[in-house]
């Protein structure tokens, strides 16, 4: 584990329209000859006042309760938020302050959890000189002003379930070796946020890898899409395999996936078309067996293109955040925030009737059967007769 230090109501009008000034109220006032009947305290008091109003002139029946008066609210409310204080989170899939997992973050951040982090190995040096020497500091900061903490980081390396079955070049490899008698696979992580923290409560998966990314499913290797699958499906399985036991009955976890799964997108290649598949498919079972076995909620989230360093490396987000503006429903592009507010969302229990589902947050792409900005309607648009 590498320590990183820690930091009205409008004016609730009343306006009772009285049918007559005395024996007949439009909703909810009642007839006066059913007052009588009336048995629960509150009826009668809503009664009373509404017998009240109907009795003042009609240039008076305009009403302020005093409770509702201020700030805009209804009397009762205190607004609605997602409020997770109290609350434990770990997210795997952190490296920079670029991706949706940093976003996913500082949501949570927002709403009062307390975060811990899996990094990557290779990218754990990285991440904790950047953050040492205040490069997030920007990034960190909340709406209070303080900047965001993590109660602890991990090595993490979601690839290997158990210490036994990571091969000897990795576990020699002096960055993995670093990791010392914790470890760093899915186990070892879990274990480890156990000890230091007891249960936990919410459990984000933001990681994904495709050595081939970039190859067309055709020219893929078994390797390389056994590869994809392993790194950004299965790891999800492995994750909820060893994080169940060790979350509170009402938790919930959230993954990332992409459109590609379901529509084909040329370009998202090496089996990780296939990886986004197998993981949405898995977030279903997954969904039932941990909600029947650990009473936890389980989505995923279909994300929208974002030009993280990984989707960077695919080499054509840029025109993917490009397509999608010109195509999509709503036409803008696509925040990390957005996608790190719909994962606070599912991960509340403001989500608790939410799970086995996977929730688009892509500007309404998914919906499009067609794109707008194609050369042939374009044509077509042409008025009849046209040069
Ligand atoms: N960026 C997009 O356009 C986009 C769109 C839809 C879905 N997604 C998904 O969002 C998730 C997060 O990706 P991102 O785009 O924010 O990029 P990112 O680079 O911020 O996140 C990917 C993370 O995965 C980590 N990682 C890779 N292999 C790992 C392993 N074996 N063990 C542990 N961590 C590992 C990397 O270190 C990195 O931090 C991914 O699942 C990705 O497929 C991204």
């Known amino acids: 584990m590498v320590p990183i230090p820690t930091q009205g109501a409008s004016r609730a009008v009343v306006n009772a329209v009285c049918h007559s000034s005395v024996v007949r109220c439009a909703a909810p006032c009642l007839p006066v000859r059913l007052q009588s009947d009336l048995s629960s305290i509150f009826d009668l008091q809503r009664t009373h006042l509404h017998r009240n109003i109907c009795n003042l002139p009609r240039s008076r029946r305009g009403f302020v309760t005093k409770a509702a008066e201020g700030n805009g609210a209804s009397p009762a409310s205190t607004g609605l938020s997602i409020d997770l204080r109290g609350k434990k989170a770990f997210i795997a899939g952190i490296a920079d302050d670029q991706g949706f997992g940093w976003a996913i973050a500082k949501a949570l951040a927002e709403a009062g959890a307390e975060i811990s982090l899996g990094v990557w190995v290779p990218a754990l040096n990285i991440f904790e000189s950047s953050y040492r020497r205040g490069k ?20 993490m390396d979601a690839v290997y379930d158990t210490p036994e079955e990571v091969p000897e070049d990795v576990s020699s490899n002096k960055r993995y070796a670093a990791a010392g008698d914790l470890g760093f696979t899915v186990s070892d992580v879990a274990r480890n946020v156990e000890k230091d923290f007891g249960k936990i409560d919410v459990l984000v998966h933001s990681l994904a890898n495709g050595p081939e990314v970039t190859k067309p499913l055709l020219e893929t290797s078994r390797k390389g899409y056994l590869m994809a699958v392993s790194a950004s499906a299965y790891s999800y399985v492995s994750m909820l395999q060893r994080f169940g036991p060790i979350m509170n009955p009402g938790g919930a976890a959230v993954s990332l996936t992409y459109l590609a799964s379901e529509k084909i997108i040329p370009g998202y290649g090496g089996g990780m078309s296939s990886a986004k598949a197998a993981l949405e498919s898995d977030t279903r079972v997954l969904a039932y067996e941990a909600g029947r076995k650990y009473q936890l909620r389980v989505n995923t989230i279909s994300a929208g293109p974002l030009g993280s360093r990984a989707a960077k490396a695919i080499g054509f987000i840029d025109d993917m955040i490009k397509y999608s503006y010109a195509n999509a429903p709503i036409q803008k592009e696509l925040e990390a925030r957005e996608v790190g507010n719909a994962a606070a969302f599912l991960l509340s229990p403001m989500a608790s009737a939410v799970t086995g589902a996977t929730i688009y947050v892509d500007n309404g792409l998914n919906a499009m059967g067609l794109a707008p900005d194609s050369q042939t309607l374009a044509r077509a648009e042409q008025p009849v007769g046209a040069a």
């Not at 997030?136 to 090595?155: C, H, I, Q, T, W």
């Open 136 to 155: 997030f500091d920007a990034s960190r900061k909340l709406s209070n002003g303080s900047l965001m903490e993590f109660a602890k980081v991990y090595p």
